[in-house]
């Protein structure tokens, strides 16, 4: 099956810092890339929406000068979360859908951001 | 306003019954209705699609059913385990290349 991975699993950062997380679609290529965030015992909340060459559309109240998306290619999106501050810990996913079949979207296995 | 309810109450069953979770939502006139498993800190697995035209799906002790009518879908785990325990997220997807709209999720325990 398809294989989304995310780098990295966890980061624990000081207050004020940026901090990069990488989303990779491993065996298939990803014209859409989704962001989500998961608080505890909450549900999966999107984010954004990553488009491949294009400008990311993000949801109503969420700061687009502060989660910074970059979908360089067609395997690739970034979130950079900036000025990071201990609000913003939290539970970070990507999921990526086949460009043939974006009904099937396949999840990475999220990265758990503290801030101190 | 849009609503994506799972039972909130974690389901305990014994090992060998048939568990069955609840997804209802309103407001929404979804295309599919997908299922995913998610463990403790791990990203959500996909599990099954169901589309606003078909009534039941199939895979292996899984099955899902969908009536749009009710705006609801059960998810059926026949001769659980205690390996399924875990949390099931109902997830509504309004149109293909859409981002998923997720439920809370409902927790399973499958004692032996």
């Known amino acids: ?116 | 306003s849009q609503k994506i309810e799972q039972n909130s109450e974690a389901l305990n069953i014994q090992e060998g019954k048939t568990a069955t979770l609840t997804c209802n939502y309103t407001n929404y006139s979804p295309a599919y209705l997908q299922w995913y498993r998610q463990d403790p800190g791990r990203g959500p697995v996909f599990l099954l699609l169901i589309r606003e035209n078909e009534k039941e799906k199939r895979k292996e002790r899984l099955k899902v059913t969908f009536d749009t009518t009710l705006k609801q879908s059960l998810f059926h785990i026949t001769a659980s385990q205690p390996a399924d325990s875990a949390t099931y997220l109902c997830a509504l997807l309004l149109n293909s290349g859409y981002a998923l709209n997720f439920g809370k999720g409902t927790s399973l325990l499958v004692t032996p």
């Open chain 1, 1 to 116: 099956g398809a294989v989304v991975s995310q780098h990295p699993s966890w980061v624990i950062c000081k207050s004020g810092t940026s901090v990069k997380i990488e989303c990779r679609s491993l065996d298939f290529q990803a014209t859409t890339m989704f962001w989500y965030r998961q608080f505890p015992k909450q549900s999966l909340m999107l984010m954004a929406t990553s488009n491949e060459g294009s400008k990311a559309t993000y949801e109503q109240g969420v700061e687009k000068d502060k989660f910074l998306i970059n979908h360089a290619s067609l395997t690739l999106s970034t979130l950079t979360v900036t000025s990071a501050h201990p609000e913003d810990s939290s539970f970070y996913i990507c999921s990526a859908g086949d460009r043939d079949s974006y009904n099937e979207q396949f999840f990475g296995p999220g990265t758990r951001l503290t801030v101190l």
